[in-house]
C-alpha cells in the first residue's frame, strides 16, 4: 500500500483551468456568449464537470439541441475522448495547449467514427468501475475488488465523483497494497501517443530475482520499436503532469501516480524542439 499520503494528495489535487467556448456555427442568437471558465481535476473526467457549462450555453442553442444535442469537446480539430482522465488528454495535447486550455463545446454533429457516446453519468460509472475491476484483475487476480461488498463499490465511485480524497483512497487503499505475498503480479498500464491506439501488455513490477523493473524496462518491453532512453532526444514521457526519470521503479509509480482507474497512465509525446 502506497503510504506516501502526501504525494497522493498532491497528485489528487492537480487542476487544469479551462476555456470553454460554443462552437460558432452552433450560435442560434445574435449575441456570442461569454466563454465559460472551469478549474479541472486532472483525475475526472470531463463529463462529470461539465453540467455548468452546458446550461450557461442553454439559451444561445436551437431547441432542438437543447432537448436532443448530445454534448462532447475538441481541441484544434480533435474530439477529445471523455473516457481518458482529463489529465491524459491535457498531457497528450500539451505542446500546443496553452493555459487557459482552450476547448470548443459541441450540442450538435456528434463524431460517431471517433467517440463513444455518453448518455448520462451511469455511462462514466460504468466505465470507471470496469477499468478498476481491469486493473484488479492484473494486480491481483480480482481478489481484492471481488471481496469488497457493493457499498464500498459506491464509496469508490461516489468519493471520486465527488472529488473527495478520503473517502476514495478509504477503499481504493486496499486495491493498492502490494506487499509481500500481495505484490501486483502486473502493473496496469496503459501508454497514449497522439494519433494512436493506447498501447497495454503484461508487465511485472519485479525481475525473476525480487528486483524492481524500472520504467526504463517497461518502456522497451512496450515500445520496442524505440531505442529506450536515447528516446528522450525526440520524445517526452508523461505521468500526471510530470516527467519522472526513467530508472524510477515502476511499482513505485504504479502506487503512486496511478489515475482513480488504477492505472498508470503514460504519455508518449513528440519533444517541442524535435518536431520534425
Not at 491506439?197 to 518502456?219: A, N, W, Y
Request: hydrophobic fraction near 35%.
Amino acid at each position: 500500500m502506497a503510504e506516501d499520503r502526501e504525494i497522493l494528495r498532491e497528485v489528487w489535487e492537480g487542476r487544469i483551468p479551462v476555456c470553454i467556448n460554443l462552437a460558432k456555427e452552433e450560435l442560434d442568437t445574435v449575441e456570442e456568449p461569454d466563454p465559460y471558465y472551469l478549474l479541472v481535476p486532472r483525475q475526472s473526467y470531463f463529463p462529470l464537470v461539465m453540467d455548468k457549462v452546458q446550461k450557461h450555453f442553454l439559451k444561445h442553442m436551437s431547441t432542438e439541441n437543447q432537448e436532443h444535442g448530445e454534448m462532447w469537446l475538441e481541441f484544434e480539430g480533435q474530439p477529445l475522448k471523455w473516457h481518458y482522465p482529463i489529465g491524459v488528454l491535457f498531457d497528450l495535447h500539451r505542446n500546443s495547449a496553452s493555459l487557459p486550455w482552450n476547448l470548443i463545446v459541441h450540442f450538435q454533429n456528434f463524431p460517431e467514427d471517433e467517440l463513444l457516446h455518453c448518455p448520462n453519468k451511469e455511462a462514466v460509472e460504468a466505465h470507471f468501475m470496469a477499468t478498476v475491476k481491469e486493473a484488479d484483475v492484473l494486480k491481483h487476480r480480482s481478489q481484492v475488488i471481488n471481496g469488497m461488498q457493493k457499498k464500498d463499490h459506491k464509496q469508490l465511485w461516489t468519493g471520486f465523483q465527488n472529488d473527495k480524497f478520503d473517502q476514495f483512497w478509504s477503499v481504493n487503499r486496499k486495491l493498492m497494497e502490494s506487499e509481500g505475498e500481495d505484490v501486483f503480479k502486473y502493473i496496469p498500464f496503459r501508454i497514449h501517443q497522439p494519433d494512436s491506439l493506447p498501447v497495454q501488455k503484461l508487465f511485472k513490477p519485479l525481475d525473476d530475482s525480487g528486483e524492481p523493473h524500472t520504467l526504463t524496462r517497461l518502456l522497451k518491453t512496450a515500445l520496442p520499436d524505440y531505442d529506450w532512453p536515447d528516446e528522450l532526444k525526440y520524445k517526452d514521457v508523461i505521468i500526471q503532469g510530470i516527467k519522472p526519470r526513467l530508472d524510477t521503479p515502476v511499482l513505485w509509480l504504479s502506487e503512486h501516480l496511478s489515475y482513480p482507474d488504477n492505472f498508470l497512465h503514460i504519455c508518449v509525446i513528440p519533444r517541442i524542439d524535435h518536431e520534425d
